[in-house]
């Protein structure tokens, strides 16, 4: 239905054009105060004196890099979590009772209470972000390696697999695709769980700058940041979008074939 | 039966030996600033009514904000599936809108709402309004076409087709997108607390800090989960009943 | 001829404490070697069960089945399964080729000759040009040639067939049965193969096992009086096949209707 034209990369360009287009028309309307919208040009010339300045880039480096590493580390811990608990189900249960309580928590209520303990800089960020992290691709992972067929299992141990060689070469294959499906979904609640730490006690990153802009009534500023802010999530889903299609290529290709 | 309770009952030692461990670690160092289980626990019974009227203002704007979510996004998701060339037009902006996560909106809704109830209830509103509206967009506009045949075959104007086709059969997804909706609500119910300080249990946390209560703000946290646990095994509840004849098939 | 699986007083019972539900009771059997045998009974009398015993992936409850002498306590090795579920076996993230030499994991020799003996594999189903295409992107029917390959591929001793064919169409069928049989005897392959179709039993088989109803024993053998070499016209029309077919036939429906009264 939709023109091929209008896919993909394209259609959020239109998208976006459309929504500055809007934008710029409620602004020149003068609908709401020019202190709470400023036009396009505004929060363009914000933006650039922002990266003139050095302030967004080495802002961003930090934001970005404590999300990424965060997510890597909680996606091993996740995987390396399930794989435990496929191993010993005295394990898998038992931990479900820790992250059924533990998964409705808000990074944010974490970050008060952690302050004492771990100080404001790098600890603070990694227990916050994996605690909050951890979840989704664990809890991905387990279902999935529970769920793997048993003819599979059963054609691996005829041919000999052991215990290892089995989670190896057919359990974690054929887990892997639910695993990056929770570990995308882990990528977002990353970045939010960072971006509400800098807001909350940081001193630097983009969390803080918003926070701190917007206390100033620096608006352009405050747009010109949650654009940066939309821009990683999807920069961090196109990185594992791009790690996923070399992991579990095979499955969306088999996907697209079915459909 | 048998062997599936035996590891539950087992499983209880993991949990168990987290919290042993926990324990020790605050007795090794016996700082008023890392409490242990049991100081929790004293602190919740300590501070149980703070809490309970806390976390009632906490869930009363969540609620809110959930409610109006949904009277908002239900019927625009089903709009926008049931007329096209809109749809095709709006899905790509609302993907947009949604790279942006709730918290970050926190400050700009401050600059146009203040800190009040209002400007809560608005951000919990687009945390809960962005999972229902993309499911639900997503439901009714992959209707299947035979059920469109249905609804011309017997004549149904296009208001009778979304209400009577389009939005008993999109119930499934629009309820995953509810489930979504309901958790990120009392999350986003919090965070709102803890950045735009009035009441609420976000900003008792926070005040829990300020003061050194660490215990005090612990049990508010196990409050929290507890909370989320029963709110979410509900919602589940509910969606079971409501949707049974999806569930059974 | 020495017997290269054994099965001597096999029971096997399910469930625990609320009461027990028997599948196999009294089993006995014998392969031998360079044999084909069939397996055939009523549906639902405990087939799928009795080849996961003799495989080694479910435990017995009483008796002993024994493979090379030796007693069968987990999948032991130089046995080899090629299950009904192929789409399900073939593990889908590797290809066709990958996938057979997956089944010369324990095969000896170096990488390079196990790729050409796979190759040579596939090639002998018929699939010489889809080595590099992965098992969802060719039909179900070419599925199964894979599944069989990797079966053969493990240079097993003894091959054990779960209705193989089953879920392949008529024709695809019966161009299958043919290059079993061939590969079978081009590779003098041992083969023990479990189904409910009594046709395919009596045409694949030097030896028909027939298994009463649960809990379930062999109650009666039939031996096939015709030659190795088998057609599908003329060996379905041979009275010797005829005969075989009629006597498994009438017993598994004597079964049913004693079950039924």
Known sequence: MTPPLLRGPVRVAVALAVVLALWQAVHLAAIVPERYFPGIPAVLAAFGDMIASGDLLSGWALTFSRATIGLIAASLLGIGLAILSDLSPVFGRG???????????????????????????????????????????????????????????????????????????????????????????????????????????????????IYKKAFALRTADVFALMFVVGLNGVLMNGLVSLLRRGVVGWHQKMMERQE | MNESRRIALLGLLVPGAVLVLWQVVAFAKSS???PGPIEVTQAIIRNWHEIVSNL???????????????????????????????????????????????????????????????????????????????NTYEASHTIHPMFSRVARSLHLTRFETMLLIDLPSSLPMIATGARL????????????????????????????????????GLAGIAFISAVGIVINALAYRIEQKLLFWHYRR | MTDILTARNVAKDFGGTG?????????????KKGEFVSLVGPSGCGKTTLLLCLAGLQSLTRGEITFKGVPVMEPPQGLAVVFQDYSRSLLP??????????????????????????????????????????PWQVSGGMQQRVAIARGLASESELLLLDEPLAAVDAQTRADMQDLFLDLARKFNQTCLLVTHDVEEAVYMAQRVLVLGPRPTK????????????????????????????????????????????
């Open chain 1, 95 to 209: 931990f479900r009772y820790i992250s059924d309580v533990l998964q409705p928590i808000p990074p944010a209520a974490f970050v008060p209470m952690a302050v004492f303990s771990l100080g404001l800089g790098t600890k603070l960020y990694a227990f916050v972000v994996i605690l909050v992290t951890v979840w989704p691709p664990y809890l991905n992972g387990s279902a999935a390696l529970e769920a793997v067929s048993p003819v599979q299992v059963a054609t691996g141990r005829m041919l000999g697999c052991g215990r290892w060689t089995l989670l190896w070469r057919i359990k974690l294959p054929s887990a892997m695709p639910e695993i990056f499906a929770g570990i995308r979904y882990a990528a977002t609640i990353s970045l939010v769980a960072v971006v509400v730490s800098e807001m909350l006690s940081g001193s630097n990153g983009i969390g803080f700058m």
């Open chain 2, 56 to 134: 009632g203002v906490t869930l009363m704007r969540a609620a809110a904000g959930f409610a109006l979510a949904t009277v908002i996004m239900v019927p625009l998701g089903i709009f926008l599936g049931r007329v096209r060339w809109l749809g095709e037009a709006v899905s790509p902006v609302i993907d947009l809108v949604a790279t942006l996560p709730p918290p970050a909106i926190v400050p700009l809704v401050m600059l146009f709402a203040g800190t009040g109830d209002a400007a809560k209830i608005v951000i919990i509103t687009y945390a809960a309004g962005m999972p229902l509206i993309m």
């Open chain 3, 93 to 134: 993230w590797n290809t066709n080729l990958d996938n057979i030499l997956f089944g010369m994991r324990r095969v000896a020799g170096d990488a390079r000759a196990k790729r050409d003996r796979a190759a040579e594999l596939l090639e002998a189903v018929g699939l010489g040009g889809f080595g590099g295409h992965y």
């Open chain 3, 19 to 31: 009461g027990t539900l028997s599948i196999i009771d009294g089993l006995n059997l014998a392969v």
């Open chain 2, 32 to 34: 008023p600033l890392f």
């Open chain 3, 218 to 261: 062999v109650v009666r053998e039939v031996t096939i009086e015709l030659p190795r070499e088998r057609d599908q016209l003329e060996t379905r029309e041979d009275p010797a096949f005829l005969a075989a077919r009629h006597e498994v036939l009438s017993l598994i429906r004597s079964m049913r209707t004693r079950k039924a009264a």
């Open chain 2, 181 to 216: 909706a309901v958790a990120s609500s009392l999350l986003v119910s919090i965070t709102s607390e803890m950045l735009l300080a009035t009441n609420g249990i976000g900003v008792y946390l926070q005040r829990s800090q300020e003061n050194f209560q660490i215990g005090s």
